[in-house]
């Protein structure tokens, strides 16, 4: 009984190392399984509560910074599988055991202002890019325009066409986290197929493509 009583525990270590190895695991699979070893070894009974609270705290220790880490963040929010799940999930944690250093993954609210963060980087690079080439067709029509306008003209395009990105980037967030989570999706063809519905979440799936996209 005592055996497979701690065989019971150190289980749960060989079923996520197990399942984060093999050519279709990504690093957005990380925190999710950090905060389900977490819970479950939290819940799990046991005659070997001093070796469960030692790896618990082993694992809060090792993985704590990657928990909080924005690329990790980002990408188990952005990939179809996980979005907000695992943080919402931690948001209603138990109140940490006074012996070990709690598990301190960003809230499903920081996660989320995480991602707009980013979304609105995407969008001043997309900005940028039409800015530029905006300005660049203007100058060529129109050869003998005064030097001193075209900064001007370039910044109140850049102004109007930051707003309207600000505000498609909420939309684009909005509705891609009001959408169901696809535990058996793909993210490199997910993200290959939404990209017209999402076009600023595609971009930020492909800047941290080595993140989300399996690696073949």
């Not at 070990?100 to 499903?108: D, F, I, N, Q």
């Not at 800015?131 to 660049?136: D, E, F, K």
Request: glycine share 2%; net charge neutral.
């Amino acid at each position: 009984m005592q055996i497979a009583d701690l065989i019971s525990v150190l289980e749960l270590f060989k079923k996520a190392t197990n399942s984060l190895q093999g050519d279709t695991v990504t690093a957005s699979m990380v925190i999710p399984a950090i905060l389900r070893i977490e819970r479950m070894l939290a819940s799990c009974e046991t005659q070997y509560n001093s070796l469960r609270q030692q790896l618990r705290s082993s694992l809060q220790r090792r993985f704590s910074d990657i928990l909080s880490r924005p690329e990790y963040v980002i990408a188990t929010v952005i990939d179809p599988r996980f979005k907000l799940v695992p943080f919402q999930q931690t948001d209603q944690a138990e109140t940490p055991h006074p012996e070990l250093t709690p598990v301190s993954p960003v809230s499903s609210v920081d996660a989320r202002s995480i991602l707009l963060d980013q979304l609105r980087r995407v969008g001043r690079d997309r900005v940028n890019v039409c800015t530029t080439a905006t300005v660049t067709t203007t100058d060529t029509e129109a050869g003998k325009e005064d030097e001193n306008e075209k900064p001007r003209k370039k910044s109140i395009f850049a102004t109007f066409a930051s707003a309207s990105t600000s505000a498609a980037d909420k939309s684009e967030d909005s509705s891609y986290l009001a959408m169901p989570v696809l535990p058996d999706a793909d993210p490199s063809v997910y993200w290959s197929e939404a990209q017209k519905e999402f076009p600023n979440m595609a971009m930020l799936a492909r800047r941290y493509a080595r993140f989300v996209m399996y690696c073949n």
